[in-house]
T-cell receptor, first 115, second 113 residues
């Protein structure tokens, strides 16, 4: 079993719809969770971090965390063609104050937003 | 502007050669990291450093070496012992306290000829 798992996609979404991405992790001690967006040929860009159970909203993005079920999800509302990218889920065993801990990444979900 | 720079953007290496990838940051971050990304896959940690003159192996350190002589710099050497070095190499950094968010440089794409 991989430590962090994501559906590789592609997830095809009509423009204006909601894209829903899921990520599961195996280490119950994980405390920090991140979503990165990576355009083809570019480096990952941090778009969301979440540390507590529940929802966290930032613009059109909502991250959802459920530690009991060991999953974290990302919702992209009003999807735009510019949202077409690979979204990487990353997990850190350390808490938000614990710098220097390593991230474990999932393989990424490719999202295609069609006009 | 504050940020992370990596050079070169593209690097070609002949088999048997060692090459060094540069990573510099002016964000005043204490922690720095090197990741490797293979096509269609997530990132895997090679080495990381939390303070100057100290670093730890990540999950795939074999065939790589690093140094951390300055806070701003964390160069990665890909040695001839690395069996399959062709990949996208990403450097990241984070602050030492208050947040564990990591931010990435633009990357170096290494190809072995």
């Amino acid at each position: 079993q991989k430590e962090v798992e994501q559906n590789s996609g592609p997830l095809s979404v009509p423009e204006g719809a909601i894209a829903s991405l899921n990520c599961t992790y195996s280490d119950r001690g994980s405390q920090s969770f991140f979503w990165y967006r990576q355009y083809s040929g570019k480096s990952p860009e941090l778009i969301m971090s979440i540390y507590s159970n529940g929802d966290k909203e930032d613009g059109r993005f909502t991250a959802q965390l459920n530690k009991a079920s060991q999953y974290v999800s990302l919702l992209i509302r009003d999807s735009q063609p510019s949202d077409s990218a690979t979204y990487l889920c990353a997990v850190n065993r350390g808490g938000p104050q614990a710098a220097g801990n390593k991230l474990t990444f999932g393989g990424g979900t490719r999202v295609l937003v069609k006009p | 502007d504050g940020g992370i720079t990596q050079s070169p953007k593209y690097l070609f290496r002949k088999e048997g050669q060692n090459v060094t990838l540069s990573c510099e940051q002016n964000l005043n971050h204490d922690a720095m990291y090197w990741y490797r990304q293979d096509p269609g896959q997530g990132l895997r940690l090679i080495y990381y450093s939390q303070i100057v003159n100290d670093f730890q192996k990540g999950d795939i350190a074999e065939g790589y070496s690093v140094s951390r002589e300055k806070k701003e710099s964390f160069p990665l050497t890909v040695t001839s012992a690395q069996k399959n070095p062709t990949a996208f190499y990403l450097c990241a950094s984070s602050v030492s306290s208050g947040s564990n968010e990591q931010f990435f440089g633009p990357g170096t794409r290494l190809t072995v000829l």
